[in-house]
């Protein structure tokens, strides 16, 4: 499971206890049934592995570190970049993964163009290519791409690459690449994504890939590329402009068209047989998209893909639990990628079905981080006596119940309650939830009397 945040393993771990039935997982609380995923790792004689995949902060995940297996048949593959003293730690053995060494990378290279019956690619100056692209395999695998599609050998591909450094210093300054990864794949990304323009009559590969960009690189769904938003946006941004203007409609045929082009180039991954996950980018190759587009498309590609995620959301989280995990890790990579931009009213959706997700998965305390985030975000930009506020200091309290913070939650819906009064009128809808969940937090809290005056409390807020 993708790692680099903790509501993703609790789910993660919590689909997992409802698959091998682990003791205790109802499929209610998800961070209960991640605690009986645990346990039952801890006592299980079955053989195991749990993959963690981009641990961002290892101090966080150490509560869910898997245990140590009875019988030994268990094992963990943690994979980072983090240097951190703590992996070392708890019988953990560090193992270095670098670039490929030069004769590494010719074999990458020649079992690609053998496998591609194109053994002739493989030229002198193959071997000159390599430091260039700095012995990354996502740089080589691009390069590969490019060569075998548009069948010319190594040493063109060098030249044209070299001519994409003046290009490159303006899209990704030395110092912006610190890890040193980012130069070698945004020069493969351009030379590819330039033979992928040639091959798109549609023009919708560029902004195609930077909608790609903005969401999570282990995958989103493939029905997302059908949804008005996104066509409109692929419509909107073509690269360059479609002629005559009658042609600027785009079909949902046309965007998949667009990805398996992407796909041909492995600019991305496109496989239906993925489910939620069907369309991947790497983080790399995702970065140096961005990177190189420009400031409208960006803010563009993020507008639309909050839109459609909100729009593919199930009404309830229940009929697709695996469905809402994704979308939940998908609007996280776009709420940090895009900031702000998603609190402005027409995109504030997605945030709001993302943080009910939490509380209806009941991953109450990353709910809680969820809404605390976004209450504080909404009285920054719309001040505190915004409608908005109401909503997500409501949902808080909620959040403050359920996870058992009973006198926080009692002390801001009682304050919610008044807001909404006074802000909105007795009879608003937004009023009549905030009395509903301030009755259900002094029930919570044992105040019966209170919240019978308040109506008749109901369960789940």
């Keep these: 499971m993708n790692a680099s945040k903790m509501a993703q393993v609790v789910t993660g771990y919590a689909a997992a206890a409802l698959r091998v039935q682990a003791d205790g997982a109802l499929g209610q609380d998800a961070e209960n049934d991640a605690q009986a995923f645990r346990d039952w790792l801890a006592v299980t004689s079955r053989s195991w592995l749990v993959v963690l995949d981009d641990v961002t902060d290892m101090e966080s995940i150490q509560p869910w570190w898997p245990p140590s297996s009875p019988t030994g048949g268990g094992r963990v593959l943690a994979t980072t970049r983090r240097r951190d003293a703590l992996l070392s730690g708890g019988g953990r053995a560090v193992i270095e993964v670098g670039t490929y060494t030069p004769g590494e990378a010719i074999a990458y290279l020649r079992n690609r163009f053998t496998d591609a019956h194109m053994t002739h690619l493989l030229d002198a100056p193959a071997p000159d290519l390599l430091p260039e692209l700095g012995h990354l395999p996502l740089a080589l695998s691009h390069a590969a791409a490019y060569v075998i599609n548009e069948d010319v050998p190594c040493g063109r591909y060098l030249q044209l690459f070299t001519d994409q450094r003046s290009r490159l210093e303006s899209l990704l300054p030395p110092a912006a690449d610190t890890e040193g990864y980012g130069r070698p794949v945004a020069a493969a990304l351009l030379l590819s994504l330039d033979a992928v323009q040639r091959r798109d009559p549609a023009a919708l590969a560029a902004p195609a890939l930077c909608l790609a960009a903005h969401l999570d690189p282990a995958g989103h769904p493939l029905i997302l590329w059908a949804e008005a938003a996104v066509t409109d946006y692929l419509a909107a941004h073509r690269t360059p402009p479609p002629a005559p203007p009658e042609q600027a409609e785009v079909f949902a045929q046309q965007a998949g068209a667009a990805l398996r082009l992407l796909h041909h180039y492995s600019l991305i991954t496109c496989d239906s047989r993925d489910g939620a996950r069907a369309v991947r980018i790497h983080a790399l190759t995702a970065r140096a998209a961005r990177e190189s587009a420009p400031a409208p498309t960006l803010a563009a590609a993020a507008t639309a893909a909050a839109s459609a995620l909100a729009t593919i959301w199930p009404e309830k989280d229940h009929t697709d639990r695996d469905l809402a995990a994704v979308l939940r890790a998908n609007t996280d990579t776009l709420a940090a990628l895009a900031g702000d931009l998603l609190r402005q009213p027409d995109l504030y959706p997605v945030l709001l079905r993302a943080g009910k997700s939490l509380l209806d998965a009941g991953a109450y305390a990353t709910a809680v981080i969820h809404w605390q985030r976004l209450a504080l975000d909404t009285e920054r930009l719309l001040g505190d006596e915004h409608p908005s506020i109401v909503v997500t200091r409501g949902f808080l309290a909620q959040a403050y119940r359920r996870a058992w913070r009973v006198e926080e939650a009692v002390t801001l819906a009682e304050q919610v309650a008044a807001d909404a009064q006074r802000l909105l009128g007795e009879e608003h809808p937004s009023t009549v939830t905030a009395r ?26």
Excluded: M, Q, W
């Design 436 to 461: 509903s969940t301030l009755a259900d937090c002094y029930s919570t809290a044992g105040r019966t009397s209170d919240a019978v005056v308040l109506g008749e409390p109901r369960d789940g807020g």
